[in-house]
């Protein structure tokens, strides 16, 4: 998982709560990355940052929000506006700003809706 | 559409016997593929990379071709273990015009019986 923390491991949240899912990396790198994944189906980008205080919305931005006050941390709210929240959820960074090649993947948080 | 394609969606084999896992792309324009092990509820591990000027990489058991005239990889493992039960993703990275994103394919899940 090479210098990246994530937090919760699992979390659970009612319907119609914000919940916001830790990340966090020691490697130095510029970017970093939220991706979504479910059963069946490749990673799914939500949000990316190239650096401190810019980030974009990735393919699947909508019911989510991110900030990036520190190079450090990246952390991910998940809105109620997100109607099908229930997936895994994994933080990567990479050192090469704009390049999404070379990137390095937290263990993950898994979050359920009940 | 950027698409990753890979067969089986799953696979059993015997401890200590070879396995093949296909990948298929049609992103274009092609920077390079990756092949990631991801261990249940655990993130993605990168095990090799290739630009499209390499047709073979090795990582240990882990040997990874690559035919970018029919868009086509194989990572093939060889003297399989237990700890070689894993989902494995193949990433292919489109080209800078599409920002260096990755393309995630849904993974084989590789399962190793003793």
């Known amino acids: 998982d090479g210098g990246i923390t994530q937090s919760p491991k699992y979390l659970f949240r009612k319907e119609g709560q914000n919940v916001t899912l830790s990340c966090e990396q020691n490697l130095n790198h510029d970017a970093m990355y939220w991706y979504r994944q479910d059963p069946g189906q490749g990673l799914r980008l939500i949000y990316y940052?190239?650096?401190?205080?810019?980030?974009q919305k990735g393919d699947i931005a909508e019911g989510y929000s991110v900030s990036r006050e520190k190079k450090e941390s990246f952390p991910l709210t998940v809105t109620s506006a997100q109607k099908n929240p229930t997936a895994f959820y994994l933080c990567?960074?990479?050192?090469?700003?704009?390049?999404?090649?070379?990137?390095?993947f937290g263990p993950g948080t898994r979050l359920t809706v009940l | 559409k950027n698409q990753v394609e890979q067969s089986p969606q799953s696979l059993i084999i015997l401890e200590g016997k070879n396995c093949t896992l296909q990948c298929n792309y049609t992103v274009s324009p092609f920077s390079n593929l990756r092949w990631y092990k991801q261990d249940t509820g655990r993130g993605p591990v990168s095990l090799t990379i290739m630009t499209f000027s390499e047709n073979t990489k090795s990582n240990g058991r882990y040997t990874a071709t690559l035919d970018a005239d029919t868009k086509q990889s194989s990572l093939h493992i060889t003297a399989s273990q237990l700890s070689d039960s894993a989902s494995y993703i193949c990433v292919v990275s489109a080209g800078r015009e599409y920002g260096n994103k990755l393309v995630f394919g849904a993974g084989t899940i590789l399962r190793v019986k003793s």
């Open positions: 940052s190239q650096i401190v205080n810019d980030f």
């Open positions: 990567a960074s990479s050192g090469n700003s704009g390049d999404f090649s070379e990137q390095f």
